[in-house]
């Protein structure tokens, strides 16, 4: 599978905009959001609170050390896979 295939695939969360794919979120929630979004097994939330539209991505291996991570005000999250830029909001009611 190419990298743009599996780049796809991928879904960003609304409010943080970490990346992985639709089952992950499903299967594990969001690793910044869970407490907030919750949404491990619920495929309504994953459609809700995640989308397939966004621009590029940052892979943040060491927040602390990351002048990207920074810039993008992403420092204080999981290392892990970023969209760059989110084209979409939560609905009313999930913040």
Same mark, same amino acid.
């Given at each position: 599978?190419?990298?743009?295939?599996?780049?796809?695939?991928?879904?960003?969360? &609304?409010?943080?905009? $970490?990346?992985?794919?639709?089952? =992950?979120?499903?299967?594990?929630?969001?690793?910044?959001?869970?407490?907030? &979004?919750?949404?491990?097994?619920?495929? @309504?939330?994953?459609?809700? !609170?995640?989308?397939?539209?966004?621009?590029? &991505?940052? !892979?943040?291996?060491?927040? =602390? =050390?990351?002048?990207?991570?920074?810039?993008?005000?992403? =420092?204080?999250?999981?290392?892990?896979? $970023?969209?760059?830029?989110?084209?979409?909001? &939560?609905? @009313?009611? $999930? @913040?």
């Amino acid at each position: 599978m190419s990298s743009t295939n599996t780049a796809a695939k991928l879904r960003a969360c &609304l409010r943080c905009q $970490y990346a992985q794919s639709a089952r =992950e979120f499903h299967s594990k929630g969001c690793p910044n959001c869970q407490n907030v &979004l919750d949404m491990q097994g619920s495929q @309504e939330r994953v459609a809700d !609170c995640t989308t397939s539209n966004f621009d590029g &991505l940052i !892979c943040m291996l060491q927040p =602390e =050390e990351s002048w990207v991570a920074k810039w993008q005000r992403i =420092e204080k999250r999981m290392v892990g896979l $970023y969209a760059v830029k989110v084209v979409g909001h &939560l609905p @009313e009611g $999930y @913040e």
